[in-house]
C-alpha cells in the first residue's frame, strides 16, 4: 500500500520557519516527481513546490512563495521536505505533499495521484 505521512505542521509567528516532512512507505521517492500543495477554506488546492523526479533536481516555485520556501527531498529516508522560511500570515492553510509516477516535474494537483493526510500551518500576525 502506498502511503505518504506528513510532520510539521503548527503555529508559528510571522518571520519564523517551519520545516514540513513528508515520508513515503510501500514505494521509492527517488523515482516519482513530487509537489506540495496547500489548501485555503473554500478553496482550490495550489502548489508552492515541485521537484522532478530520478536524477533531474529541478524545482519549481510559484511567485507567491520563491525565495521563501523550498523542496528537497532524501532519498536514504524516503522522505521529502518542505522548508518554510519568513512565513506570513496569508500562508495559513492545510499543506499537502503529493508524489506521482514518473520524473517530468509537475505543478497541477490532478497530475499527482499519491497525497498525505495533510497538516495545519498557521501564521500568527
Known amino acids: 500500500q502506498l502511503q505518504l505521512k506528513e510532520s510539521g505542521g503548527g503555529l508559528v509567528q510571522s518571520g519564523g520557519s517551519l520545516r514540513l516532512s513528508c515520508t513515503a512507505s510501500g514505494f521509492s521517492l527517488a523515482s516519482y516527481a513530487l509537489g506540495w500543495f496547500r489548501q485555503f477554506p473554500g478553496k482550490e488546492r495550489e502548489g508552492v513546490a515541485s521537484?522532478?523526479?530520478?536524477?533531474?533536481?529541478?524545482?519549481y516555485y510559484p511567485g507567491a512563495v520563491e525565495g521563501r520556501f523550498t523542496i528537497t527531498r532524501d532519498n536514504a529516508k524516503n522522505t521529502m521536505y518542505l522548508q518554510m522560511d519568513n512565513l506570513k500570515p496569508e500562508d495559513t492553510a492545510v499543506y499537502y505533499c503529493?508524489?506521482?509516477?514518473?520524473?517530468?516535474?509537475?505543478?497541477?494537483?490532478?497530475?499527482?495521484?499519491?497525497w498525505g493526510q495533510g497538516t495545519q500551518v498557521t501564521v500568527a500576525s
Open positions: 521537484m522532478a523526479g530520478g536524477d533531474d533536481d529541478t524545482t
Open positions: 503529493a508524489a506521482t509516477t514518473g520524473i517530468t516535474i509537475a505543478t497541477m494537483p490532478a497530475a499527482f495521484d499519491n
